[in-house]
């Protein structure tokens, strides 16, 4: 499996890590987990439906972040990203914290992969 990074996800990476000293260890154990089921598994991901494209765009709701204490996988980090399954490719596209915006910026997805 390969993994590829949108430019404004590098941004959303850079802004969290100030916060959230291991997240590029924590996203290391998730590229770990997608390499070998990188499909939707509800509740914890699942497909987002209704954006008009042909790519497979999934959202993780559960992330284990180690510098958020005692909160395990309920850390509140989303994580945006479309699954190529023929090409064995992922790309993410968005990483935020609940706290910080309610839903994925569905703009950003469709002028990305129309």
Do not use: Q, W
Request: glycine residues 4%; hydrophobic residues 30%; contains cysteine.
């Amino acid at each position: 499996m390969t993994f590829d990074e949108l430019s404004e996800f590098k941004k959303d990476l850079k802004h969290l890590l100030k916060k959230y000293r291991t997240l590029n260890d924590d996203l290391d154990v998730v590229k770990r987990v997608l390499e070998v089921t990188p499909d939707e598994r509800p509740p914890f991901n699942f497909r987002i439906d209704h954006l008009g494209l042909e790519t497979c765009v999934i959202k993780v709701k559960k992330i284990a972040c180690k510098s958020i204490k005692g909160r395990g996988v309920n850390s509140g980090l989303r994580l945006i990203y479309a699954h190529y399954p023929e090409e064995r490719k992922i790309t993410f596209i968005e990483l935020y914290h609940k706290s910080d915006k309610e839903n994925e910026d569905r703009k950003r997805i469709t002028a990305n992969f129309k």
